[in-house]
């Protein structure tokens, strides 16, 4: 997929997936983030945590990648990291399931994963599905990368919630035609802002934010230290009358010796 993005329309899917990247990202907060695959995107360059890493899994190819790791086995102690990325990994991966099984593993609680994916129910998708078929009658070219499965919208949001996720947002975009030339791309330029007005879930790629929800957690908040020392400092009784030590109560008026 990587030499994909290098043709016309992979460009013009990977500048829609990278500003989506970089406004999601930047206002995530922690220590440890992550991105898995696909060094052709920067989906961490707009994000400020001390320590962000890309891993791949490609021993042949690993590009920029500071890490080379099995993605059904990351070597993370669980709930250990603040932010997944994963652009395009679950539908590269041979193993999506035990893929984000890891990723629920080694995200904290209230960690975050953003997920894109293309969509097999657009006109990207429809002419892959096309291709393969001339394919298989012995003629025909595939439009998208040979590799992976496509992974549906509304497949991947239940494989979420099966993992106690919860989508925080979601969309879709990239609607001009799969056309290989990048001038007809450009031709169909206003076909991005129709499609997202009236036809959103036919844009050829979704865009995931889920959280990672803990059943009976309860997180504190910013001031709870000083909700501590405010319920441990003493309180007054009320009616309590103060005296000074050694005093003696007042004789009645009139009392005889």
């Known amino acids: 997929m990587q030499d994909w993005f290098e043709t016309a329309p992979g460009q013009y899917l990977l500048?829609?997936?990278?500003?989506?990247f970089d406004q999601a990202v930047a206002d995530i907060f922690g220590y440890h983030a992550i991105q898995l695959g696909l060094s052709s995107v920067?989906?961490?360059?707009?994000?400020?945590?001390?320590?962000?890493?890309?891993?791949?899994?490609?021993?042949?190819?690993?590009?920029?990648?500071?890490?080379?790791?099995?993605?059904?086995a990351l070597p993370f102690t669980a709930n250990s990291l603040d932010l997944m990325v994963l652009p395009h990994t679950l539908e590269l991966s041979p193993d999506p399931h035990a893929t984000l099984r890891e990723v629920e593993r080694v995200l904290v609680p209230e960690g975050r994963v953003i997920i894109c994916g293309l969509n097999p129910a657009s006109l990207w998708g429809m002419r892959q599905r096309r291709a393969h078929l001339y394919r298989r009658m012995g003629f025909g070219e595939l439009f998208l990368p040979e590799a992976g499965d496509f992974i549906g919208y509304w497949r991947m949001r239940d494989w979420l919630r099966l993992l106690s996720f919860e989508v925080e947002s979601g969309r879709f975009g990239v609607y001009r035609p799969a056309v290989r030339s990048e001038t007809w791309l450009e031709r169909y330029r206003w076909l991005d802002t129709a499609g997202e007005r009236w036809w959103p879930i036919f844009g050829a790629v979704y865009f995931l934010v889920a959280v990672k929800r803990v059943r009976g957690m309860r997180l504190l908040s910013a001031d709870w230290r000083r909700a501590s020392q405010r319920a441990s400092a003493p309180v007054p009784i009320a009616g309590r009358v103060h005296r000074e030590p050694h005093s003696h109560p007042p004789t009645s008026e009139g009392h005889g010796s």
């Open 15 to 20: 500048a829609w997936e990278q500003a989506q």
């Open 42 to 72: 920067e989906a961490l360059r707009a994000n400020r945590m001390p320590h962000r890493w890309l891993a791949s899994a490609d021993a042949v190819k690993p590009r920029r990648a500071a890490l080379l790791t099995d993605f059904a």
